[in-house]
Nanobody, 132 residues
């Protein structure tokens, strides 16, 4: 069974930083693209960041406009872990953050999957709260 477990959330003041981690089970982590989403109270789940599977050509990472330049997604395939480094945090970044595994078909695509339905496994989320 594929399992994704997020960690690293917490309470931080505006302008601060957090690094989220997502540990994935399974032997074939490197074969899948991974993404981060977030969901704020009363809002729908929102795409945040994406990183391509190992070996894919082209740009390895994509971001939603609101976090570009502040957040960095990375992965360590030896540890089966994907990270989201979050800098210059703003109150509007407050949300539950979820990592997700892209479906195999979308993992092999050249375009960035930005929709929840493009991902097949999800973690339980980790709360990020940014105070002003």
């Amino acid at each position: 069974q594929v399992q994704l477990v997020e960690s690293g959330g917490g309470l931080v003041q505006a302008g601060g930083s957090l690094r989220l981690s997502c540990a994935a089970s399974g032997r074939f982590f490197s074969s899948y693209a991974m993404g981060w989403f977030r969901q704020a109270p009363g809002k729908e789940r929102e795409f945040v960041a994406f990183i391509a599977r190992s070996g894919d050509s082209g740009d390895s990472a994509s971001y939603t406009n609101s976090v570009e330049g502040r957040f960095t997604i990375s992965r360590d395939n030896a540890k089966n872990t994907v990270y989201l480094q979050m800098n210059s945090l703003k109150p509007e970044d407050t949300a539950v953050y979820y990592c997700a595994r892209a479906r195999a078909y979308y993992s092999g695509m050249s375009s960035t999957p930005r929709f929840s339905g493009d991902y097949d496994y999800w973690g339980q989320g980790t709360q990020v709260t940014v105070s002003s």
